[in-house]
């Protein structure tokens, strides 16, 4: 998003931002600046209206909440702006490239001609002096000739440069697209892509997979009294233990607050049991440690739901299967693992 303000606007906004910011207790970090500044601005008509209906149901806008706006909002938009400039630099390079071809091609002609114009004219000359005045020219249309290569060499080397830098930067947008902020899992936009292509796949191989929804309990308590940077490092703490018991095409992805997903490639119901149990007790050994004071606050435990897909179905079916799973086995206690029902199949369900 780009900021067109002038200093005295820039200031005014940015005192109100400020303001708002310790008015509502959060950090301030340059992403909920910006998001501030933004609707203070009145730049983003979705962020104003976003915070005031928040502010209108008597919603708390908490650290969390401001980053799932900023992510929502401002992160989608620059990769927007990143991905247009890119497409200008490689509009402006093929414009390059492309006039110092055609200049390239217009002097290889004339050096054509030329050169055949040398051949008449040798055959008429009558002195040495005169070859030697005829050789002469066609070493100086050679150099020329020479030159505008050696150009488009160069052209075509700085634009191989530009390429690669552009590759990197649209590979680097894309990535942050698709990646979670704060816990640097799959965020919800990469899990709905993985989920419907891991979908397709196993329904045309006649294949399964299965679907791991995981909860947090009693985050919000946990978040209540601890605060929203301690709440952030309990987030930050499960998403590392999830990447490290996924291995392989497993996908584990934050579904939203504090809900993960995790995609289990050519996996039955019951090795997904397992694996959520696996991952469950992983994370109730873990200490939750404050960061800035040193001291232990406790540790957390986990409640997942598992779903196995039926070919053909629907991946909204297959979410609300295990989502209903992970509400039992929140409902028979938490800490544990429950398992969708499937044709054929038993209800699978461990006990912490």
Not at 2 to 18: G, N, R, S, V
Not at 76 to 99: C, F, M, P, W, Y
Not at 304 to 314: D, S
Request: overall charge negative; proline content about 3%.
């Amino acid at each position: 998003m780009q900021y067109l303000h002038d200093h005295k606007q820039a200031q005014t906004y940015a005192d109100h931002a400020f303001e708002r910011i310790r008015k509502e207790g959060l950090p301030p970090m340059p992403d909920i600046f910006e998001l501030w500044y933004v609707y203070f601005s009145g730049q983003s008509p979705e962020i104003t209206r976003a915070i005031d209906i928040l502010v209108a149901n008597g919603q708390k806008i908490n650290q969390e909440r401001c980053h799932e706006m900023y992510g929502r909002f401002l992160s989608q938009a620059k990769n927007e702006e990143l991905v247009r400039r890119a497409g200008d630099e490689i509009n402006s390079t093929i414009r390059n490239v492309t006039g110092v071809v055609r200049d390239v091609k217009a002097a290889t002609a004339e050096y054509s001609g030329n050169l055949e114009d040398v051949t008449a004219r040798i055959q008429d000359t009558a002195s040495p002096q005169e070859l030697e005045n005829v050789l002469k020219e066609v070493v100086s249309d050679t150099r020329n000739m020479l030159e505008r290569n050696r150009a488009l060499e160069e052209e075509l080397d700085k634009s191989s440069h530009v390429m690669e830098e552009l590759q990197r930067d649209l590979e680097n947008v894309r990535r942050e697209a698709m990646t979670d902020g704060l816990t640097n899992l799959a965020n919800r936009k990469a899990f709905d892509a993985e989920l419907r292509r891991i979908a397709e796949e196993a329904t045309a191989t006649e294949g399964s997979f299965a679907l791991l929804m995981v909860d947090i309990d009693y985050f919000k308590s946990f978040n209540d009294n601890y605060g929203h940077q301690v709440g952030d490092q309990v987030l930050r703490l499960v998403a590392r233990t999830l990447t490290d018991g996924v291995k392989g095409r497993d996908l584990a992805a934050r579904y939203g607050g504090e809900e993960f997903a995790i995609i289990l490639p050519e996996t039955g119901l019951q090795a997904a049991v397992t694996v959520g149990n696996a991952l469950r007790k992983a994370v109730a050994t873990k200490d939750v440690v404050n960061r800035n004071t040193g001291d232990k606050l406790g540790r957390i435990t986990m409640s997942v739901g598992c779903a196995e897909f039926l070919p053909g179905e629907n991946v909204q079916d297959l979410i609300e299967r295990a989502d209903a799973a992970l509400y039992t086995a929140k409902h028979n206690g938490r800490n544990q693992v429950a398992a969708a029902p499937t044709p054929g199949k038993k209800q699978k369900k461990e006990m912490a």
